[in-house]
């Protein structure tokens, strides 16, 4: 057997059984776990994760994949909790301790501590008869048969298993509490779906001085003149009492340039696009830049409850603001 056809037989054979790994957790999502999520869904504070080595750094994960979808939760390390960080934790959380074994002994260790202050504390084991799992108020049982590690030593299979039990439980607990995805941006403001769901027209629309306009009766060169300032590729036509009359963009130029009108002598009334497209400012920009494809259309202006135009964006706009 080459060495290729060796790493390629390796890598197919760990992930074969960390799948079994995976397909054996369903059957046991039964009455424990819906305990589990009850304790949780029932708690005041918040899900303190904890877990050594390989378990901590997927209790880091499911800490924050809680967090992430509504479940207020953050990890501790039970080594430095031993050491001063038990006080981030409050009679008013629930533990959720991570130990394949279930007697590591950085945990083994909290536990007369989390009793005495009466705290829930729910494991994930891979040892059911374990210290761990029965000090627990329940046990999620996250054994597996053996590791995809041929030494059977590395957490392989394990840690798999336990993240995906994580997973399982984030989701139950997100469906159970309605999550919703304008939820999910406020805790991913910075992400794409965060400046879809949450970023409006007031945010990146032009408005004030940098919001060109011209008055019925203008020249069509002075309306160009106004564009060309601002920069924005169209300009808002005000009536005598200030509200929108009408919009001339960049293309309604270049029809207007076809027909050999006289910019100097045409009136821009004689050439606008009566009304046009508007948004609102509290309206989503995403709503907006539907709009515009709908519509197939690179600006819209912003008018206030009057009518009255307040501000106007483009393409450009929603693309640096990352809506797009």
Known sequence: MTQSSQLIEAAQRTIGLEIEAVEQLRSRIDEHFVRAC???LACKGRVVVVGMGKSGHIGNKIAATLASTGTAAFFVHPAEASHGDMGMITRDDVVLALSNSGTTNEIVTLLPLIKRLGITLISMTGNPASVLAKAAAVNLDASVAAEACPLNLAPTSSTTASLVLGDALAIALLEARGFTAEDFAFSHP???????????????????????????????????????QKGLGMTVVLDEDGGLAGVFTDGDLRRTLDKGIDVRQTQIDQVMTARGKTATADMLAAEALKIMEDNKINALVVIDEQNRPIGALNMHDLLRAGVM
């Not at 027209?201 to 160009?224: C, D, F, I, N, Y």
């Open 38 to 40: 009850e304790l949780i």
């Open 190 to 228: 910075g992400g794409a779906l965060g400046r879809r769901l949450l970023l409006k027209v007031e945010h990146v629309m032009h408005s004030g001085a940098q919001l060109p306009q011209v008055k019925r009766g203008t020249s069509l060169r002075e309306a160009l003149l106004e564009m060309t």
